[in-house]
T-cell receptor, first 113, second 111 residues
Framework: DAKTTQPPSMDCAEGRAANLPCNHS???????VYWYRQIHSQGPQYIIH???NNETNEMASLIITEDRKSSTLILPHATLRDTAVYYC??????????????FGDGTTLTVKP | NAGVTQTPKFQVLKTGQSMTLQCAQD?????MYWYRQDPGMGLRLIYY???????DKGEVPNGYNVSRLNKREFSLRLESAAPSQTSVYFC??????????FGPGTRLTVL
């Protein structure tokens, strides 16, 4: 699976949009982009995923560039409870190699009042 | 619907002791995973099981063994614990190779 690069930390003001970037320049055509977050020491929580089209759900939006080499997770109105470590990973979704996808160190997002 | 459950929540071992971490899921997922997370670090995959009866090594399998007991349960065994295995262990499951659902973790300290 392709390696991802994320900034180690970011700050965001409460109520503003948080835009978290991820670089995955070696992504293959059959690899999806997944985002998870980990609040404090809890187990990671799935947020959203996409292949090449932009995606939106009740938690966030995912914008993938046309060349698929990078993506941005958008939390439209960040709250203090969104303070967490955010992980971007890429993985295939149809064969056993998917099991080998790994989580990097992620981005620590701090939402400030 | 409990999702993914892990036992125990906390454990302290002495060097050389053995133990088994238990994981169970009630979502009828076919794939299950074990990760470790050291302080201030991301998750690293230890082993995974794509389906009942199969297991494969991840990034950091040395010092661990796993058993996929049935579709619901996936256990992780430390045969001879070492201080380097002090970590938080997370189990996860997924339907096929889609989004993973994680358990609350087991916090293990090896003295």
């Amino acid at each position: 699976d392709a390696k991802t690069t994320q900034p180690p930390s970011m700050d965001c003001a409460e109520g503003r949009a948080a835009n978290l970037p991820c670089n995955h320049s070696t992504i293959s055509g059959n690899e999806y982009v997944y985002w998870y977050r980990q609040i404090h020491s809890q187990g990671p929580q799935y947020i959203i995923h996409g292949l090449k089209n932009n995606e939106t759900n009740e938690m966030a939006s995912l914008i993938i560039t046309e060349d698929r080499k990078s993506s941005t997770l958008i939390l439209p109105h960040a709250t203090l409870r969104d303070t967490a470590v955010y992980y971007c990973i890429v993985r295939v979704s149809y064969n056993t190699n998917a099991g080998k996808s790994t989580f990097g160190d992620g981005t620590t997002l701090t939402v400030k009042p | 619907n409990a999702g993914v459950t892990q036992t125990p929540k906390f454990q302290v071992l002495k060097t050389g002791q053995s133990m088994t971490l238990q994981c169970a899921q009630d979502m009828n997922h076919n794939s299950m995973y074990w990760y470790r997370q050291d302080p201030g670090m991301g998750l690293r995959l230890i082993y995974y099981s794509a389906s009942e009866g199969t297991t494969d090594k991840g990034e950091v399998p040395n010092g661990y063994n796993v058993s996929r007991l049935n579709k619901r349960e996936f256990s992780l065994r430390l045969e001879s614990a070492a201080p380097s295995q002090t970590s938080v262990y997370f189990c996860a499951s997924s339907w096929e190779y889609n989004e993973q659902f994680f358990g609350p973790g087991t916090r293990l300290t090896v003295l």
